[in-house]
């Protein structure tokens, strides 16, 4: 059993919302991202818009993690944005658990794929610091992590890569995409 449960974060839920801004800029703002709390506290307003969802995992009154979806393509394909893990709370099932959970939501809204954009700006690839305007797609199926990228927990939760957008963060900071199908 486990010690956490997933529910949907609603806009009622002010600490918890805190709890949820304050868990994005700890966890991305040492790579660049949501690097101060007003950043991160207008990107948990932004997801929590109707049309979107917002999923937590809650252990002891506590945001633990978090994973939202971002409706595309007339709702056949959902973006998967972000995720989050508190650092104490990973390698513990959280996350894994948060991306089935999501899945299951994105089928429930009649969605078809997951996509989804994991930014390498810390050179954790071996696709950072290259062209990818050669050879692209031997690079890719070449793929190596150097440093913790989460491209491979993706990989085990059924994710491809599908593509990858060069200097995305700047000259040789791809943002690597990947897909499921779901359902």
Known sequence: MADYRISDLTPQMTEEIAQAAIL?????????SWATLAEAEQEVAEML????????????????????????YG???????????APEWQRRGVGRA??????????????????????DVT?????????LYRDTWRQIAEIRNLNGHPFEFYQKQGYTIIGVMPDA???????????KRIG
């Not at 709702?75 to 893990?85: D, I, Q, R, T």
């Not at 963060?169 to 897909?179: E, K, L, S, V």
């Open 75 to 85: 709702g056949n394909v959902w973006e998967l944005h972000p995720l989050l893990v």
């Open 49 to 72: 818009d109707p049309a979107r969802f917002v999923r937590v995992a809650l252990a002891q009154g506590q945001v633990i993690g978090w994973i939202g979806g971002i409706p595309e």
């Open 123 to 131: 050179d954790a690839t071996s696709l950072s610091g290259v062209d």
């Open 24 to 32: 994005l800029q700890r966890v991305f703002a040492p790579q660049g």
């Open 169 to 179: 963060n700047g000259r040789g900071r791809p943002d690597i995409y990947m897909g």
């Open 98 to 119: 948060l991306v089935a959970d999501f899945e299951a939501r994105v089928q429930e809204r009649g969605g078809l794929t997951v996509q989804l954009g994991t930014d």
